[in-house]
């Protein structure tokens, strides 16, 4: 499956971004998604992940219910909303699939976008 991410930019902090993934090549709810980001000099970090139909989300433990995943088999895309921006938030966000639900609270994925960049300014 191929990925494209979008939505990154430029935001103070306390800003809003929403980020969007579209998908093509395979069947797209046959995929757990996910949201996994690289701040600079530091690893790749779970940001969030949702089940195949959506019913049911996951969150890293340094969203602190400001991110919220959703999304849409119908349109192959899969969104993430960020509220409340802070600084070290600042990272580049893979969008990210993989055929196995245990795969969701990792960073262990079978296909990854390539990444947009997020900047968030204090």
């Known amino acids: 499956v191929q990925l494209q991410a979008s939505g990154g930019g430029l935001v103070q902090a306390g800003g809003s971004l929403k980020l969007s993934c579209a998908a093509s090549g395979r069947t797209f709810s046959n995929y757990v998604m996910a949201w996994v980001r690289q701040a600079p000099g530091k690893e790749r970090k779970f940001v969030a992940g949702?089940?195949?139909?959506?019913?049911?989300?996951y969150y890293g433990d340094s969203n602190g219910g400001r991110f919220t995943i959703s999304r849409d088999n119908a349109k192959n895309t899969v969104s993430l909303q960020m509220n409340s921006l802070k600084p070290e938030d600042t990272a580049v966000y893979y969008c990210?699939?993989?055929?196995?639900?245990?795969?969701?609270?990792?960073?262990?994925?079978?296909?990854w976008g390539q990444g947009t960049l997020v900047t968030v300014s204090s």
């Open positions: 949702i089940s195949r139909n959506g019913d049911r989300t």
């Open positions: 990210a699939a993989a055929a196995q639900s245990y795969a969701l609270g990792t960073v262990e994925y079978d296909y």
